[in-house]
């Protein structure tokens, strides 16, 4: 049987996701073929190198004007119609934010079931991943071909292999509606790059800054510190933030090595969403507020005062 | 016009009626039997009581004053005049005949001529409200059928009338003159001419006919409810209205297991009659918290919807036809994710619909069929199930909050307390419900109870994870808890949270745990009545806001109001008591994030207009929504736990 592999690949390499998606491929292909399928803007762009090691036999690089930024029903269409002309009896893809959008247009375009976030796959049976991962799925896939994508990192990617992967030039014959979904423009986000879930530091304001203007001084001292942004969830209720920015149970879990919170009151589901933090330090005019429980260090005051009082003091302590 | 002609027509028009009138009962007989089992046998006794109050009665329609008014008396009066249907069929066929004996009955025929009067004041009373007043509550309803069936009330008591008058005008009836004064009155004003022969028959045939339109035209229309209504009522929930229907995982064969409703197939045929009984007054969608506050769910649309799909799709379900998908497209997911399960909507509903069942079981299959819930929920599901708590704090720290105040945590083995205290998890881990949970332990070592907590062996009730769905940690988390009481030999349990209150209480009897279960402040009160507790009179204004567990579905509304007007002047909100308005967390809110406009605030500013300086609540998740929504506008209030309040008033010195 011929399993087609659908491949993620930056700068010339192939994401270790997708190296994870051969793998199960190959295991699910035993013997017979495991052909690759990436998307490039031009020939150069063609991520062969290695694959054969993988266990790639053929890697079909397609190439199209549209797939210069990300175009996920463009790759659809390329997917479908090259599985249809390999006759594949299974397309896999990985189950990465991307993987999984570009599969689900697959399964749509197709009419058939995805089974997305899979561990394993023999025949028609799969075990996947359900619930964020407290739950393992069997499940029997009545479809052909099968679509699956594969949880990331939930295998690793095995080399080894004897061979190397041909490269031969697909050419997709692209519907006008695949053309329409592409990458416009792309714009940063509004916490300068520092993403608030990996932040070493994170500088939070809560409903203490009093307004979106008062996240004045927070934004700036989160500079200073190579620090990202965050609110508690009364910020966001009130929409002085966007809901990405906020910390707690109900939205982003952050594990800085200090969190900063300022007039934040430290209600339990804003706390739930801290506790990963390795140090706390508490700025609230309020000595019986609740985080001063959870806090390592405390200020009590005004965040008003407070806050631009840090920063000129770090602006001074520096050359 | 022979009277044998005229009986050959009316049996033509009875059988076409007929015939119209039971193709369509006959389906929707048929589309409720392919509901899913719901016990509602037995409590016959009780069951007869709510249909006396409720339907005969017109109880929940006369919590609204003048439209329920306005519904009674033509409700009223059409139960008065059902014989006079007969009386005209038999008119029709020939002038002179009419009922045997109470056809004659003076007192009978003053009470139809009273009651027409009634049912048209009635029916111009209930045009004035949909055309003058227009009431939101009627937002999404289908106005022009309602129009048209309040003509065509009219048209059948106004016939009524005209033929009674012009068979006394006639003096072919055998009634007795004296006694109908408003026929008599239109009879004189018809005088005696000629076309009055002709009128006659044509008032009484206008009378019959329209009346059998009426009732075909009945199941076809959301005027269905004069049929459907009375059965719902009857077979209306009879147990605690905080209680959910458990689901059963241990069935023998898979097929047969029902994970809430995926498609109408999997909705309980009392769902169902649910559906076929509401008749789109709205008065659901007036008291719903979502509704008010901007959010797509309005119960009144829910149940629209659900009827919708059914009426479309169930007889090609009849057929053999696979049924589909009821959310997206009968019902949005935001819908089913909006609702707090407040009960609002099913205290409100004068013919019994369970809106609340309706969503849960949505809920269930999303959360167990489809795992499509609010992403945000997720963390919580984990956390219940992993942690023992919603917020994933360690069993540890349970019992911290007890340091120094000489609460007995019992270990395996230990003698059973005279009361266990069910802290709960938001008095345990939360700072500012952790006030309440002190001041309550406080009050009851005060009075020289024997109190005892579980500490790190308490875990959650499971109630927010049932609330969102997830029955199958709901369940294991049941049997757990059922498991360490019945070890600890626990009989008498006092709860602060009216969640674990309405579960412990409500909910695990169907998982073999029976207690005695007291809320914090129905145990408070009692020790205050009983002068174990000594508290002087306060003159502090204060307003309290009744929690939905406690007050509509647990009935708990006097023992809070004890404490309140002891120790300070109370003031209540316009929504209050069994009509209170949700803070905002129920149903899971806790851990969701809130589209729309907040339903805390709402509340914050109702209770900051009663001028009142505290808001006393007793309910750890209405402190801290109530708190956050004070806070945010900023109206000064003070929020705090009645237990707190008692305690300051109390043992004054020791003020937590």
Redesign the interface.
């Given at each position: 049987m011929t399993v087609l592999v659908y491949l993620e690949h930056a700068d010339g390499a192939v994401d270790e996701p997708s190296l994870q998606a051969v793998t199960l491929a190959r295991s699910l292909a035993r013997a017979a073929s495991v052909q690759a399928v990436s998307a490039c803007g031009d020939s150069t762009q063609a991520p062969a190198d290695g694959l054969g090691g993988h266990g790639v036999d053929v890697l079909h690089a397609a190439m199209h004007d549209a797939f210069a930024t990300y175009a996920p029903r463009a790759i659809a269409e390329t997917i479908a119609e090259l599985a249809g002309r390999l006759g594949a009896a299974a397309v896999i893809g990985p189950g990465t934010e991307r993987g999984n959008e570009v599969l689900a247009h697959v399964a749509a375009l197709l009419d058939l079931p995805l089974a997305a976030n899979c561990v394993s796959a023999s025949g028609a049976e799969v075990t996947r991943i359900?619930?964020?991962g407290?739950l393992l799925e069997e499940a029997r896939v009545d479809a052909s071909p099968l679509l699956l994508t594969v949880q990331p990192h939930a295998l690793a990617a095995q080399v080894g292999a004897q061979g190397t992967a041909t490269v031969e030039s697909f050419t997709p014959s692209l519907s006008e509606a695949a053309l329409a979904l592409r990458v416009v423009e792309r714009a940063a986000a509004a916490t300068g790059g520092v993403s608030l879930a990996d932040a070493k530091v994170v500088v939070s304001g809560g409903?203490g800054a009093g307004s979106a203007e008062g996240f004045g001084p927070i934004e700036e001292l989160a500079g200073l510190l190579d620090a990202a942004v965050g609110c508690s969830?009364?910020v966001?209720?009130?929409g002085w933030r966007p809901?990405t920015d906020q910390v707690g149970?109900?939205?982003t879990?952050i594990a800085p090595e200090i969190y900063i919170a300022c007039g934040i009151s430290?209600?339990?589901?804003h706390?739930?969403g801290c506790?990963g933090a390795k140090r706390i330090l508490a700025i609230n005019a309020d000595r019986d507020a609740?985080i001063l429980?959870s806090a390592d260090y405390a200020v009590i005051g005004d965040m008003h005062d407070v806050v631009p009082a840090i920063s000129a003091a770090l602006r001074a302590a520096r050359p | 016009v022979t009277t044998l002609a005229s009986a050959l027509a009316l049996l033509v028009a009875l059988v076409v009626a007929g015939v119209l009138f039971g193709r369509r009962a006959h389906l929707l007989y048929r589309i409720v039997r392919l509901g899913k089992p719901t016990d509602r046998a037995g409590d016959a006794g009780r069951r007869a009581r709510t249909e006396a109050t409720v339907v005969l009665g017109q109880r929940k329609l006369l919590q609204r004053v003048v439209p329920g008014l306005v519904h009674a008396l033509v409700f009223w009066g059409f139960v008065v005049l059902l014989p006079t249907i007969l009386m005209a069929l038999l008119g029709a066929v020939d002038e002179d005949w009419t009922l045997p004996w109470l056809g004659h009955q003076g007192w009978y025929l003053l009470l139809v001529d009273v009651f027409c009067v009634l049912v048209l004041v009635g029916v111009i009373a209930a045009f004035g409200i949909r055309k003058i007043q227009r009431p939101a509550r009627f937002e999404g309803s289908h106005l022009r059928e309602a129009d048209l069936i309040l003509g065509l009330i009219a048209v059948i008591v106004t016939t009524l009338l005209l033929w009674h008058a012009s068979q006394i005008a006639l003096g072919i009836a055998e009634w007795p003159a004296g006694w109908s004064p408003l026929s008599n009155a239109i009879a004189t004003a018809m005088g005696d001419g000629a076309w009055l022969e002709t009128g006659e028959r044509v008032f009484v045939w206008l009378h019959v006919l329209t009346i059998l339109s009426f009732l075909v035209y009945l199941p076809y229309s959301k005027h269905l409810h004069i049929g459907t209504a009375g059965i719902n009522v009857w077979f209306g929930r009879t147990r605690s209205r905080g209680r959910l229907e458990p689901l059963d995982f241990e069935v023998e064969d898979e097929a047969a297991l029902r994970l809430g409703s995926g498609t109408l197939v999997d909705m309980t045929w009392k769902q169902m009659l649910d559906t076929m009984s509401c008749t789109e007054c709205g008065r659901c969608q007036d008291v719903c918290p979502a509704w008010a506050t901007g959010k797509d769910l309005s119960p009144k649309l829910l149940i629209m919807g659900l009827r919708d799909r059914l009426f479309a799709e169930g007889p090609a379900v009849l057929d053999g036809r696979e049924p589909t998908a009821l959310v997206p497209a009968a019902v949005t997911d935001e819908v089913v994710w909006d609702c707090v399960t407040c009960g609002a909507c099913v205290h409100e509903c004068p013919v019994s619909i369970e809106h609340v069942d309706h969503i849960v079981d949505l809920r269930r299959h999303l959360v167990m069929a489809e795992s499509r819930f609010p992403a945000e929920a997720g963390t919580m599901l984990r956390d219940v199930g992993r942690s023992s708590n919603p917020w994933g704090k360690p069993q540890s720290e349970r019992a911290a909050w007890a340091d120094g105040l000489g609460v007995r945590v019992l270990e395996p083995g230990d003698p059973a307390p005279e009361v266990l205290y069910w802290v709960g998890c938001a008095a345990s881990f939360d700072e500012r419900a952790r006030a309440s949970a002190r001041a309550t332990a406080k009050l009851l070592l005060h009075a020289g109870l024997d109190v005892g907590i579980l500490g790190p062996r308490e875990s959650c009730t499971g109630d927010p994870a049932r609330r969102m769905g997830d029955e199958f940690t709901f369940q294991e988390q049941a049997r757990r808890n059922v498991a360490t009481l019945g070890g600890a030999g626990v009989t008498r349990i006092v709860t602060s949270c009216p969640h674990c209150f309405n579960t412990l209480g409500s909910e695990y009897t169907d998982f073999g745990g029976s207690y005695e279960v007291v809320h914090h402040t129905e145990l408070l009160a009692e020790l205050l009545a009983d002068g174990r507790l000594e508290a002087p009179e306060g003159t502090d204004p204060i307003t309290y806001h009744d929690s939905c567990y406690l007050a509509r579905h647990n009935d708990v509304v006097a023992a809070p109001r004890a404490i309140v007007s002891r120790i300070g002047r109370p003031l209540e909100m316009a929504r209050h008591g069994k009509r209170t308005f949700c803070c905002g967390a129920g149903g899971a809110h806790m851990w969701m994030e809130e589209r729309g406009s907040a339903i805390n605030e709402e509340r914050a500013r109702e209770a900051a207009a009663t001028g009142a300086e505290t808001l006393a609540v007793a309910c750890p998740f209405c402190t801290m929504m109530l708190d956050d929504g004070v806070r945010q506008t900023g109206s000064g209030l003070r929020v705090a736990d009645v237990a707190v309040l008692l305690a300051e008033a109390v043992v004054p010195a020791s003020g937590d």
């Open positions: 359900r619930w964020g407290s409903r969830r009364a966001t209720m009130a809901h149970q109900t939205g879990k430290g209600a339990t589901q706390m739930a506790k609740p429980q | -």
